[in-house]
């Protein structure tokens, strides 16, 4: 599933389909995506990861659920250290992965 997701792709989600994601970063078992927050300031991104293994998305598992995902860069750092295994999808906070659509 995740070679039919490229960085740039906008992506729906079940329930959420007026609000689609942004794919900003891919590796081969995670993706990072962002949208705008909802009743945020424009440029204030929500985010969420994508876990193809586990067939989940949510936020990580840091204290907060935080990480910056104002840059490319730090969305690719993301996917990084979820690679690693030190970084992994909040278990709290995740739900079924819902796709609904990857336009292309």
């Not at 599933?1 to 609000?19: L, Y």
């Not at 991104?45 to 659920?65: A, E, H, M, T």
Request: hydrophobic share 30%; aromatic share 8%; charged share 30%.
């Amino acid at each position: 599933m995740n070679a039919e997701m490229a960085i740039g792709d906008k992506v729906t989600f079940i329930g959420e389909p007026r609000r689609p994601y942004t794919v900003r970063a891919t590796s081969p078992h995670y993706a990072v995506l962002t949208r705008q927050a909802d009743f945020k300031p424009k440029g204030t991104d929500f985010y969420c990861i994508v876990d193809w293994r586990k067939s989940v998305r949510g936020p990580c598992n840091l204290i907060g659920q935080g990480w910056d995902t104002t840059t490319d860069e730090s969305c690719e750092e993301l996917c990084s250290e979820l690679e690693a295994g030190r970084i992994e999808v909040s278990h709290r906070n995740r739900v079924p992965l819902d796709i609904q659509e990857v336009p292309q």
